[in-house]
T-cell receptor
Framework: SAVISQKPSRDICQRGTSLTIQCQVD?????MFWYRQQPGQSLTLIAT?????????ESGFVIDKFPISRPNLTFSTLTVSNMSPEDSSIYLC???????????FGPGTRLTVL | QKEVEQNSGPLSVPEGAIASLNCTYS??????FFWYRQYSGKSPELIMS????GDKEDGRFTAQLNKASQYVSLLIRDSQPSDSATYLC????????????FGQGTTLQVKP
């Protein structure tokens, strides 16, 4: 399995500010993804972080709100921009190793927006 | 129809019993299926994956896939209180992109 770390593990932010979440994988992986899990809900895919190119966003998520970078095969960042209380959620990154068809999740970042 | 559907539960079973968790999926979800376990306040942990029709066993866990009925299940034998968690069923869409589509999750309670 891949070991995934995320920073920060949690944060409390003010409305209108931005937060960047970092995700580091201990080995090269085929794909990296960002998910959101709102309180009491399941996981919703935000976007696919493409290495060296623009991320691919799912319906309802836009680059201006959730800019994503993936400069190499083991690292990605997600920024939550111009935050509102509705952005309070857990943000999870995942890594997919295509050859093994396994996807593992980082520990998550718990974000609270006041 | 939701792409991946699960009964949210809670499903309550006594310790030592078999817990049966079920999941149905739509035509948009067709490739591979995964069961994740999520403890409260933790991230999802991969338990099993299944790609072909039939059963796949790993220790106390058995995953079953029936593509004709678009049905996936997870059986947990000899359930323990430590198995109490939310179980998430996920499938991938066509194209082998790795994108997972999750069900709502089923909460399992194993009572001592």
């Amino acid at each position: 399995s891949a070991v995934i770390s995320q920073k920060p593990s949690r944060d409390i932010c003010q409305r209108g500010t931005s937060l960047t979440i970092q995700c580091q994988v201990d080995s090269q992986v085929t794909m990296m993804f960002w998910y959101r899990q709102q309180p009491g809900q399941s996981l919703t895919l935000i976007a696919t972080a493409n290495q060296g190119s623009e991320a691919t966003y799912e319906s309802g998520f836009v680059i201006d709100k959730f800019p994503i970078s993936r400069p190499n095969l083991t690292f990605s960042t997600l920024t939550v921009s111009n935050m509102s209380p509705e952005d309070s959620s857990i943000y999870l990154c995942s890594a997919w190793r295509g050859g093994y068809n396994e996807q593992f999740f980082g520990p998550g970042t718990r974000l609270t927006v006041l | 129809q939701k792409e991946v559907e699960q009964n949210s539960g809670p499903l309550s079973v006594p310790e030592g019993a078999i817990a049966s968790l079920n999941c149905t999926y739509s035509d948009r979800v067709s490739q591979s299926f995964f069961w994740y376990r999520q403890y409260s306040g933790k991230s999802p942990e991969l338990i099993m994956s299944i790609y072909s029709n039939g059963d796949k066993e790993d220790g106390r866990f058995t995953a079953q896939l029936n593509k004709a009925s678009q049905y996936v299940s997870l059986l947990i034998r000899d359930s323990q209180p430590s198995d109490s968690a939310t179980y998430l069923c996920a499938g991938t869409s066509s194209g082998n992109t790795g994108k997972l589509i999750f069900g709502q999750g089923t909460t399992l309670q194993v009572k001592p």
